[in-house]
Every structure is written in C-alpha cells, then in structure tokens.
C-alpha cells in the first residue's frame, strides 16, 4: 500500500490524497464526529484499503462509516464508493441529476474538451463511470446533512449536470467537487466540464459561502479566505 498522507484541514475534517492514476493530485475528505465518520468522496476503484487505513490512524474503523457523500459521478471521485458501502449500514448521497450515473442505470455524458485540455486528456467514447454504486439519497442545493454543524449543498453544475460542493459550517470549510481545482498554485475552474459556461457561474454559489478553507477534489487546499480565491478563479484552459 502506498504511503498514507493524511492530514486535518480544520476541526475534525481530514484531506486524503489518494495515489494512482492519471489524475492531478486526487483527495477525497473524512469528517470525523464522536460516533461516526462521513466520507465526501472514494478516490479511485481499489482506493478502499487507503480509507480503512486512514480510519485505522483516526482511530476508529469501517463499522463508524455513517455516509459517503459524492460530489459528482467521474471513476476518480465515485470509484470505490460501492466497495466501501459494502462495509456496513452506509448511506451514500449524490447530487440528483447525478443519481442514474452514480448507480449506472445510464451512461454519464463525455465532457466537452478544450484545445488546451485535450493537450493534458485525450479524448474518449468512454464515459468516465467507475463500478455502478447505489444512491440512496439524492439531494439538490440547498438541502442540509445532518453532519459539520449542518452540511449544506451547493449546486455545482458545469462540471458534470449533478455536481455539488459542500459547505461544512462547523469548520467554515467549503470542498468544491471538481467545481473549482488548484494547479501550480493558482486556483481555477475546473477542467473537463459538459458544461462550461454553467461550471463558470457554479463559482459565485461557491463563493458566497464566505469559506475561509476551501478543499478541492484536486490540488491542494486554500486555508485562508478561500472564497475570495474561488470568486476571483481564472480558466487557462478555456481555449
């Protein structure tokens, strides 16, 4: 197993980069409370044992995994989401236009690639499903999860139609999905949208939360007026 590279972000949430693949520096996030862990994304397919190890520093263990949150359907985010329900009472919650993608009752659209994003991912019929995973509550912007003081979700749309990001009040923390990414050091808008101009107007919802922390699906995170860097967010990949 690779080595683990856990870290805390704010009160009891915790950054989990996770290894593998062609991704730009994939995380996925574990919030932990006194009788129970929520995870906001799986990594990979076979990311499993990184979370069961990540549990295990954390002191706890797989039975204390209360619910996976995904932020959207791609195989770098949901991929070891079925895996990890399979270890025991877990709720696991998408974003609504998201759900049939997420369970593979329908295939997920192809983002519409960039001249520029086409120099850093090739094209592909393909779309970028891992294995099928129940989704057994499906949520818009503005509902509430009773975990961080009241997670509340945004909706994200652009990147993919059921993207969300989530605003955790309790650490004033906002993960952004694939909404929003950090890369070499200057935050931007996501790359490999289906829709790109609605992924743009995705970044106000986000900044609005007034989030001091932002925590990305890639790249490393913001600790410090984090909003005002999500508002201000360039696309160097729009041509």
């Not at 994304?41 to 204390?64: H, K």
């Not at 975990?147 to 990001?165: D, L």
Request: contains cysteine.
């Amino acid at each position: 197993m690779p080595d683990l590279n856990l870290s805390r972000l704010a009160n009891d949430l915790y950054r989990l980069p996770i290894p593998g693949g062609p991704a730009h520096l994939l995380n996925a996030y574990l919030w932990r409370e006194e009788e129970e862990i929520t995870l906001i994304d799986t990594g990979w397919a076979g990311s499993a044992p990184l979370f069961d190890e990540a549990l295990r520093q954390l002191g706890r263990s797989r039975s204390d995994v209360k619910r996976i949150v995904l932020t959207h359907f791609h195989e770098d985010h949901a991929g070891s989401a079925a895996e990890i329900a399979r270890w025991g009472d877990v709720e696991i919650i998408a974003g609504a236009a998201d759900a049939p993608f997420v369970s593979g009752t329908l295939p997920g659209p192809l983002p519409q690639l960039t001249d520029s994003e086409r120099t850093i991912h090739a094209d592909s019929e393909d779309p970028p499903q891992g294995p099928p995973c129940r989704v057994d509550r499906e949520v818009h912007g503005g509902d509430v999860l009773d975990f961080a003081g009241g997670a509340r979700v945004i909706e994200a749309q652009g990147h993919t139609p059921g993207s969300i990001a989530l605003y955790l009040p309790a650490a004033n923390t906002v993960l952004t999905g694939d909404a929003v990414a950090e890369f070499n050091g200057e935050v931007i808008l996501g790359v490999f949208n289906t829709d790109r101009e609605a992924a743009r107007q995705s970044l106000a919802q986000i900044a609005e939360t007034k989030a001091q922390i932002a925590g990305f699906g890639h790249g490393n995170p913001i600790l410090k007026d984090a909003y005002r860097f999500i508002r201000e967010a360039q696309d160097p990949f729009a041509a």
